[in-house]
């Protein structure tokens, strides 16, 4: 079974700091994607890696996946009240995104 | 166009009674899948579905029944609830080929 482990789980900080949160794996994946899920909503697709190596960004938010596919990162600068929320690292095996493998999630809270 | 809906959006029930969660998506997309979200646990995939007609197990489907009679709808049944199946469930659809799942709103389902 693959599996995902995201890391840190809670994270509380103030507007304009900047934050990493991983998501790591023994696995390779074909593809990993970053989602963010709102109180009382469902998740909402940011981006997708598909590359070993690779980096995204999306405005204040930097995404890369690893070398071997195996582990990615977000980081987001000068963080900002809006951007609190869950995110979660999904995982497509070779199939593609059938049957994708979510982490826990990291909670990130955003002070004013 | 209103993406991914859900009915309902809360439910309260007593243990052994069975309901069906709707989901539906005006996306004309082919796969929809079920997951269920518990604190702690991530999103985990309950079933799903890559074509009209055709259904498949996800990680944890003992105790859930789904159908796909139309493209455009996808049903998640309890035939006999237990307070274990207390969670949210949320309905996603993709475009085949298209590594990106919607989301709907979500059902917050409590058993008694």
């Known amino acids: 079974t693959q599996l995902l482990e995201q890391s840190p789980q809670f994270l509380s900080i103030q507007e304009g700091e900047n934050l990493t949160v991983y998501c790591n794996s023994s696995?390779?994946?074909?593809?990993l994607q970053w989602y963010r899920q709102e109180p009382g909503e469902g998740p909402v697709l940011l981006v997708t890696?598909?590359?070993?190596?690779e980096v995204k960004k999306l405005k204040r938010l930097t995404f890369q996946f690893g070398d071997a596919r195996k582990d990615s990162s977000l980081h987001i600068t000068a963080a900002q009240p809006g951007d609190t929320g869950l995110y979660l690292c999904?995982?497509?095996?070779?199939?593609?995104?059938?049957?994708?493998?979510f982490g826990k999630g990291t909670k990130l809270t955003v002070n004013p | 166009n209103a993406g991914v809906t859900q009915t309902p959006k809360f439910r309260v029930l007593k243990t052994g009674q069975s309901m069906t969660l709707l989901c539906a998506q005006d996306?004309?997309?082919?796969?929809m899948y079920w997951y269920r979200q518990d604190p702690g646990m991530g999103l985990r995939l309950i079933h799903y579905s890559v074509g009209e007609g055709t259904t498949a197990k996800g990680e944890v489907p003992d105790g859930y029944n789904v159908s796909r009679l139309k493209k455009q709808n996808f049903l998640l049944g309890l035939e006999s609830a237990a307070p274990s199946q207390t969670s949210v469930y949320f309905c996603a659809s993709e475009g085949q080929g298209a590594w990106e799942q919607y989301f709907g709103p979500g059902t917050r389902l409590t058993v008694t």
């Open positions: 696995s390779v994946f074909s593809s």
């Open positions: 890696v598909v590359t070993g190596g």
């Open positions: 996306m004309n997309h082919e796969y």
């Open positions: 999904a995982g497509a095996g070779k199939g593609g995104s059938e049957k994708l493998v």
